[in-house]
């Protein structure tokens, strides 16, 4: 079997990881834009508790490592107390790239909110909307727009950092390779898994860059 071949053959277990990969970063994503809109309001909110919490919880969750993050949360957990067990790999995987997605996200937000013109809010505000009027119609529709590139950088970065779940046995991209090159002996199976990361960041990359057009803030 020549070394195309044999790298063809390869493919199918390749892309089972892919699989995985990409469902783990969609969905991680996903939930940590939802959850950072909290954090990011939190942390520009007057009420000092709040505030805090917010600020904490973004300081530490950007200071501190996820593959750290990630042990922690399928590892150390059950011997806080048993009740916290997390048994199914993926879940864990999920809810560690999903915190850690967050915090960045939440920074992401707060700066896009804050480059809208204040006169926006002091208009809405003239207009007699509350504060959470002047934020759901007004501020958070504009800001979206400025959003996009910096969460699809997000989203490129959560992809590639995918490859950490490996390290907890989770059968993604970098997993597979590690499982094919241990039954062959042969490191050339890193040339396919590393084509199909370029694949699947340049299709990713290609959509945020068309919605990135499409939703221009000068447009």
Known sequence: MSK????ISWVPQLLGGARVTIALTILAVSAGVALSL?????KMSKFSALNKFCSAYVFFFRGTPLLMQLYFIYY????VTPLLTINNRFLAAFI???LNSAAYCAEIIRAAILSIDKGQFEASRALGMSYAQTMRLVIIPQSIRRLIPPVGNEFIMMLKDA???SMIALVDITKATRNIESSTRSAM?????MILYLIITAVFT???HKLEKKYSVYE
Not at 38 to 42: E, K, T, V
Not at 76 to 79: I, T, V
Not at 189 to 193: L, R, T
Request: aromatic share 18%; charged share 0%.
């Open 38 to 42: 909290f954090l990011a309001l939190g």
């Open 163 to 165: 490859s950490l779940v």
């Open 4 to 7: 195309i071949q044999l790298m």
């Open 96 to 98: 560690a790239f999903s």
């Open 76 to 79: 150390a957990l059950p011997m």
């Open 206 to 208: 290609f959509i945020f």
């Open 189 to 193: 199976v890193y040339i396919p898994a």
